[in-house]
Protein backbone atom coordinates (compact mmCIF):
# COMPACT_ATOMS: atom_id res chain seq x y z
CA UNK A 1 0.00 0.00 0.00
CA UNK A 2 1.58 3.13 -0.93
CA UNK A 3 -0.04 6.63 0.34
CA UNK A 4 -0.37 9.60 -1.40
CA UNK A 5 2.40 11.56 -0.06
CA UNK A 6 5.20 7.96 -0.42
CA UNK A 7 3.24 8.41 -4.17
CA UNK A 8 5.59 12.52 -4.32
CA UNK A 9 8.38 11.82 -2.52
CA UNK A 10 11.02 9.23 -4.09
CA UNK A 11 12.19 7.62 -0.97
CA UNK A 12 15.45 5.37 -0.06
CA UNK A 13 14.55 2.02 1.70
CA UNK A 14 16.63 1.82 5.06
CA UNK A 15 15.99 1.60 8.70
CA UNK A 16 13.79 4.45 9.69
CA UNK A 17 15.40 4.88 13.49
CA UNK A 18 18.69 5.53 14.57
CA UNK A 19 19.92 3.67 17.66
CA UNK A 20 22.01 5.05 20.36
CA UNK A 21 21.50 2.50 22.76
CA UNK A 22 19.63 4.44 25.27
CA UNK A 23 17.64 6.32 22.60
CA UNK A 24 16.35 6.18 19.28
CA UNK A 25 16.62 9.14 16.82
CA UNK A 26 13.78 8.98 14.28
CA UNK A 27 14.81 9.32 10.36
CA UNK A 28 12.55 11.10 8.59
CA UNK A 29 12.88 11.71 4.55
CA UNK A 30 10.87 14.80 3.80
CA UNK A 31 11.93 17.27 1.02
CA UNK A 32 13.73 20.45 2.82
CA UNK A 33 13.83 22.98 -0.11
CA UNK A 34 11.93 25.24 1.65
CA UNK A 35 14.45 25.50 4.32
CA UNK A 36 17.32 25.31 2.20
CA UNK A 37 19.03 22.34 3.41
CA UNK A 38 19.61 18.91 2.13
CA UNK A 39 19.52 17.57 6.27
CA UNK A 40 18.90 18.24 9.79
CA UNK A 41 18.75 17.08 13.34
CA UNK A 42 16.19 18.65 15.90
CA UNK A 43 17.64 17.58 19.10
CA UNK A 44 14.43 18.17 20.99
CA UNK A 45 12.72 15.86 19.27
CA UNK A 46 15.27 13.35 18.69
CA UNK A 47 14.53 13.42 14.59
CA UNK A 48 16.66 13.41 11.90
CA UNK A 49 14.84 14.72 8.18
CA UNK A 50 17.09 13.75 4.90
CA UNK A 51 15.31 15.10 2.19
CA UNK A 52 15.43 12.28 -0.52
CA UNK A 53 15.47 14.39 -3.75
CA UNK A 54 19.49 14.41 -4.52
CA UNK A 55 21.83 11.54 -6.39
CA UNK A 56 21.91 7.98 -3.87
CA UNK A 57 25.48 9.33 -3.07
CA UNK A 58 25.16 12.54 -1.96
CA UNK A 59 22.09 11.03 -0.14
CA UNK A 60 23.61 8.95 2.40
CA UNK A 61 26.47 11.46 2.34
CA UNK A 62 24.06 13.82 4.00
CA UNK A 63 22.52 10.59 6.43
CA UNK A 64 26.24 9.98 7.37
CA UNK A 65 26.23 13.88 8.25
CA UNK A 66 23.35 14.33 10.34
CA UNK A 67 24.30 10.93 12.42
CA UNK A 68 28.21 12.48 13.06
CA UNK A 69 26.46 15.67 14.28
CA UNK A 70 24.28 13.17 16.70
CA UNK A 71 27.15 10.32 17.28
CA UNK A 72 29.32 14.11 18.63
CA UNK A 73 27.01 15.37 20.73
CA UNK A 74 26.15 11.77 22.22
CA UNK A 75 29.91 12.36 23.15
CA UNK A 76 29.88 15.67 24.79
CA UNK A 77 30.76 17.78 21.29
CA UNK A 78 27.35 19.59 20.99
CA UNK A 79 27.03 23.28 20.08
CA UNK A 80 29.63 24.95 18.27
CA UNK A 81 30.18 27.65 21.39
CA UNK A 82 30.41 24.59 24.05
CA UNK A 83 33.38 23.27 21.99
CA UNK A 84 35.95 21.80 24.00
CA UNK A 85 39.51 22.69 22.78
CA UNK A 86 41.27 19.09 21.60
CA UNK A 87 43.98 17.09 19.81
CA UNK A 88 43.73 14.71 17.42
CA UNK A 89 43.82 12.44 19.76
CA UNK A 90 40.98 12.60 21.61
CA UNK A 91 39.04 13.88 18.30
CA UNK A 92 40.29 10.15 16.82
CA UNK A 93 39.28 8.15 19.94
CA UNK A 94 35.70 10.18 19.92
CA UNK A 95 35.01 9.29 16.51
CA UNK A 96 36.11 5.49 16.14
CA UNK A 97 34.38 4.87 18.87
CA UNK A 98 31.32 6.47 18.18
CA UNK A 99 31.32 4.86 14.76
CA UNK A 100 32.09 1.52 15.92
CA UNK A 101 29.18 1.86 18.69
CA UNK A 102 26.27 3.44 16.13
CA UNK A 103 27.24 1.22 13.38
CA UNK A 104 27.39 -2.14 15.80
CA UNK A 105 24.22 -0.57 17.02
CA UNK A 106 22.90 0.31 13.64
CA UNK A 107 24.00 -2.38 10.96
CA UNK A 108 21.41 -1.91 8.29
CA UNK A 109 21.58 1.77 8.40
CA UNK A 110 25.59 1.92 8.33
CA UNK A 111 24.81 -0.98 5.15
CA UNK A 112 22.56 0.84 3.21
CA UNK A 113 25.11 3.78 3.70
CA UNK A 114 28.61 1.73 2.52
CA UNK A 115 26.75 0.13 0.18
CA UNK A 116 26.83 2.26 -2.74
CA UNK A 117 27.03 -0.31 -5.07
CA UNK A 118 23.18 -2.53 -4.06
CA UNK A 119 20.51 -1.74 -6.27
CA UNK A 120 18.24 -2.72 -3.30
CA UNK A 121 18.95 0.82 -1.72
CA UNK A 122 18.14 2.50 -5.18
CA UNK A 123 15.22 5.14 -5.01
CA UNK A 124 12.08 3.67 -4.89
CA UNK A 125 11.31 6.54 -7.69
CA UNK A 126 11.76 9.69 -9.02
CA UNK A 127 14.90 11.13 -10.26
CA UNK A 128 17.74 13.28 -9.75
CA UNK A 129 16.97 16.71 -8.60
CA UNK A 130 20.51 17.80 -7.11
CA UNK A 131 20.29 21.18 -5.45
CA UNK A 132 23.95 21.90 -4.86
CA UNK A 133 23.90 25.11 -3.45
CA UNK A 134 21.96 24.17 -0.46
CA UNK A 135 23.74 24.10 3.15
CA UNK A 136 23.72 20.50 4.49
CA UNK A 137 22.50 21.14 7.59
CA UNK A 138 19.74 23.42 9.98
CA UNK A 139 20.32 25.15 13.42
CA UNK A 140 20.14 22.52 16.32
CA UNK A 141 16.41 23.51 17.67
CA UNK A 142 15.89 23.34 20.84
CA UNK A 143 19.31 22.38 22.31
ZN1 LIG B 1 26.27 19.74 9.60
Request: net charge positive.
Given at each position: MVSLSDMTVKKFRHPSKLDLGHKKFEIVQQSLKKESLYGCVEFSKSKITID???SPEDYRSTLLHEICHVGLDLFGLGDDDEMPSFGNEYITAVTSNMMVLLAGLNPELFSFIF??????????EGHESP?????SDCPKSGH
Open positions: PNMSPTNSRHAPVRPSRK
